[in-house]
T-cell receptor
Framework: QKEVEQNSGPLSVPEGAIASLNCTYSDRVSQSFFWYRQYSGKSPELIMSIYSNGDKEDGRFTAQLNKASQYVSLLIRDSQPSDSATYLCAVSPATGTASKLTFGTGTRLQVTL | AAGVIQSPRHLIKEKRETATLKCYPIPRHDTVYWYQQGPGQDPQFLISFYEKMQSDKGSIPDRFSAQQFSDYHSELNMSSLELGDSALYFC??????????FGPGTRLTVL
């Protein structure tokens, strides 16, 4: 079992709809959680970071964290075709120095016209 | 804003050759991380450095070595290259424990 699990998709949503991406993690000591967007052949681009239980909103993006359930999610409102990419969930074990990121396999999102 | 710089962007090598990948972190960032991403896979952590000292080590082969220099740039040295080393290699940088920002990557092809 991978430490970070994501549904590989593809998740297909129509333009203007809400896309919901989910991630579960197994290591309870995980403290920092991130969502990265990656276009094919390009580098991961940070979308959101979240450290505390609850919701965190930034523009069209909302990250949700539930440490008790070991669950992180990303909502994308008013989805655009440019949002079509692979979304990587990443967790870090601690807030200590140079903590590595452990990634899920990513969910491929397709926003259709 | 300045980003992480990686060079070269593309590299083609033969089996058993040596390759050196370079990473220049965002100015004032003191921590560098290296990740390897194979085709269709998620990025896998290789190694990290904080203030020029190795901080953490992941699934990095013994054929690979890395270091961080006094100007905080880092180099990943890969020897006795194998076909399976063909991948995208990303460098990321951060300020101490802050968020990691990724460079554009080096695409290594081993023939």
């Amino acid at each position: 079992q991978k430490e970070v699990e994501q549904n590989s998709g593809p998740l297909s949503v129509p333009e203007g709809a809400i896309a919901s991406l989910n991630c579960t993690y197994s290591d309870r000591v995980s403290q920092s959680f991130f969502w990265y967007r990656q276009y094919s052949g390009k580098s991961p681009e940070l979308i959101m970071s979240i450290y505390s239980n609850g919701d965190k909103e930034d523009g069209r993006f909302t990250a949700q964290l539930n440490k008790a359930s070991q669950y992180v999610s990303l909502l994308i409102r008013d989805s655009q075709p440019s949002d079509s990419a692979t979304y990587l969930c990443a967790v870090s074990p601690a807030t200590g120095t140079a903590s590595k990121l452990t990634f899920g396999t990513g969910t491929r999102l397709q926003v259709t016209l | 804003a300045a980003g992480v710089i990686q060079s070269p962007r593309h590299l083609i090598k033969e089996k058993r050759e040596t390759a050196t990948l370079k990473c220049y972190p965002i100015p004032r960032h003191d921590t560098v991380y290296w990740y390897q991403q194979g085709p269709g896979q998620d990025p896998q952590f290789l190694i990290s450095f904080y203030e020029k000292m190795q901080s953490d080590k992941g699934s990095i082969p013994d054929r690979f070595s890395a270091q961080q220099f006094s100007d905080y740039h880092s180099e990943l040295n890969m020897s006795s290259l194998e076909l399976g080393d063909s991948a995208l290699y990303f460098c990321a940088s951060s300020l101490v424990v802050d968020t990691q920002y990724f460079g554009p990557g080096t695409r290594l092809t081993v023939l």
